[in-house]
């Protein structure tokens, strides 16, 4: 199984790229298309950890990520090649982030399948239930990034509910 | 302790921004808030305009764990206000949904957010090292919560196979006995969480205070997918109200050191929440929810709002129990393809479900077309500020009295706001990253 995971909150503007690319992916029909799972985690970034499961091949993770770049920017990242310097009050479900949940899976034990952030410069992460309109723009071509880096499979796996 | 100062701002391990402030001078208490200070989000005026077919879907996204709950009370809103009535089948499935949002939320809290403070540590990232094998079982229950959400609602966050009128899409029969296979198997693992729960339980502060609770109250079963609205008061008394009603329960009112309206009934303030359902349905609870209630020395009226992470423990069981008795009803009918029922008119209705974290109401108006023109929608953490409140204006003199240092009092004003659970809102969940090579 591969997975495109969206993560983010709707109520922070462009902090719900991800969560956008992941239901677009599923109300396009892609998932069956292109043999993966799109999964929506907002505010459950624990729920990450259910896709660390065996025959996990890849998992593509897309977040709003303040990376330094130009808004707009993407970056495709390891866990290895970058750190968290966001100030987290702990494992919360809303303060954490996804590396407290890789953290967490690594301080179980548990096998981490291959994982890559697809990072995306936001515009504005204020509360607002739009992502900006330079965002909302490039929506299409966010998902077409993502899903040609987790790499077409065309026939789909037959596996994959068409759920996000 | 004669003089202190509390600062907790941004209070950790609950959901959004809440802040606490204590000053205590010569053993006088000179202020004692809990304050919420996020900005309000205005779904009731997003969801003017909208088709009823979509409010759902947008009220879905006032809150990614409450997700379900938002959905299921708008629907019930809607179809109150389209008359619509929907059928046995969808009435079963729409209660296995609801128990698997409070399952996953419940498993959550309980592991994620509270186990923290009973062991001394910072969140469960540490715990892990020394507790690791606990852990791994959070995370199975975690994940068994969030699949079963899945499995019925479509997804678990903004779940869109549950519409008016019924399901869009429907799981299979033989999918529902591979739930019903894994409930089964989760069996041991509750049995461990309530011997983890039950070991920790001397060490949740004995604090008592008379409260009135209030929760949904239904005839068939334990009150969480339907039901009237029900007040149990610190003796017992009980009063009913039908949900259309709930304006008359909910009372809100504005505070200056909140941005969140606060609520009150026949006290000051009310709690609304696992424990008031407990107080309120205890009788109804299953059988072996029952014995962990006893387990863990809980009984009906139980005043302590510390122990509202017990009740979960408690609801978790319930959860499960009670799923596999609906599970066995649908899948001994086996599940028929439905067409969502159509509306019958257009007008003005309520809903309300209990959410993890209470009693949540939804209202809306309809015109002719099918157009929302009003909305109203009362969230339970919103109902739980002012009791929090009041607590804290007991709490503070006794732990003043009692001698607590200010890191004693603030551990234990943070307790307490997380024994609530409260989502307050949903923050910001960007990663903030540099890169090393």
């Known amino acids: 199984m591969r997975y495109l995971i969206g993560a983010g909150s709707h109520a922070a503007s462009d902090d719900g790229i991800g969560l956008r690319v992941a239901e677009k992916a599923a109300v396009d029909g892609l998932e069956a298309a292109h043999g993966f799972r799109a999964v929506a985690l907002r505010g459950g970034w624990i729920d990450l950890l259910a896709c660390f499961e065996e025959g996990t091949e890849r998992i593509l993770v897309v977040d709003s990520a303040r990376m330094g770049l130009a808004p707009g920017s993407v970056k495709f990242f390891s866990p290895e090649e970058a750190r968290s310097v966001k100030v987290l009050g702990g494992a919360e479900t809303h303060g954490g982030d996804l590396f407290a949940s890789l953290e967490l899976a690594k301080a179980t034990g548990a096998a981490i399948p291959p994982l890559e952030f697809m990072g995306i410069e936001p515009y504005s992460v204020e509360p607002g239930m739009s992502l900006s309109p330079e965002l909302e723009a490039r929506l299409g071509e966010y998902l077409s990034l993502a899903v040609a880096r987790l790499g077409s499979r065309p026939g789909g796996c037959g596996a994959c509910p068409s759920r996000a | ?437």
């Not at chain 2, 033989?174 to 011997?195: C, G, H, Q, Y």
Request: proline letters at 6%; aromatic letters at 6%.
């Open chain 2, 1 to 437: 302790m004669t003089d202190a100062k509390v600062r907790v701002h941004h209070l950790t391990r609950v959901e959004g921004h809440g802040n606490i402030e204590v000053d205590v001078k010569d053993g006088k208490v000179l202020k004692c808030e809990w304050q919420v200070p996020e900005a309000p989000r205005f779904f009731e005026a997003m969801v003017r305009g909208r088709h009823y077919t979509e409010v759902a879907r947008v009220t879905s996204r006032i809150c990614g764990i409450c997700s379900i709950g938002h959905t299921l009370a708008s629907l019930k809103a809607t179809e109150a206000a389209l008359g619509i009535r929907i059928t046995e089948q969808t009435d079963r499935l729409r209660r296995l949904l609801k128990h698997a949002e409070n399952f996953d939320s419940h498993v959550l809290h309980v592991y994620f957010l509270a186990a923290p403070d009973l062991v001394g540590a910072p969140s469960v990232l540490p715990l892990a090292a020394t507790h690791g094998d606990i852990v791994k079982r959070a995370l199975r229950l975690k994940r068994l919560g969030h699949e079963w959400g899945s499995l019925i609602g479509g997804r678990t966050t903004h779940p869109t196979a549950a519409v008016p009128g019924g399901f869009a899409s429907l799981p299979t029969t033989e999918e529902l006995k591979a739930l019903k296979e894994r409930l089964l198997a989760a069996v041991p693992d509750l049995e461990s969480t309530v011997a983890t729960v039950a070991s920790l339980a001397p060490k949740i502060p004995a604090f008592w205070r008379p409260t009135e609770y209030i929760a949904l109250s239904d005839k068939k079963e334990y009150g969480l997918y339907d039901g009237a609205i029900s007040s149990c008061m610190p003796d017992g008394a009980r009063q009913i109200w039908p949900v259309s009603e709930y304006r008359k329960v909910t009372n809100e009112y504005v505070v200056p050191q909140s941005t969140a309206k606060y609520t009150k009934n026949k006290l000051a303030s009310y709690a609304a929440g696992a424990l008031a359902r407990f107080n309120n349905s205890f009788e109804q609870l299953h059988p072996e929810a029952r014995k962990v209630a006893a387990a863990l020395g809980m009984k009906p009226v139980c005043g302590n709002p510390y122990l509202n992470t017990a009740a979960q423990a408690v609801e978790v069981v319930h959860s499960v129990h009670e799923s596999l008795r609906v599970l066995d009803e649908l899948i001994g009918k086996g599940i028929r393809e439905e067409k969502p029922v159509p509306p019958a008119r257009f007008g003005r209705g309520a809903g309300g479900v209990e959410v993890p974290r209470g009693i949540l109401f939804h209202e809306y108006e309809y015109d002719k077309e099918g157009l929302c023109v009003m909305g109203n929608c009362i969230i339970p953490t919103n109902q739980n500020h002012g009791n929090i409140q009041k607590d804290f204006e007991q709490l503070v003199p006794e732990l003043v009295e009692s001698g607590k240092s200010e890191a004693e009092m603030t551990l234990a004003l943070e307790m307490l706001v997380r024994a609530y659970d409260p989502c307050i809102s949903c923050s910001t969940h960007y990663l903030d990253v540099t890169f090393v090579r």
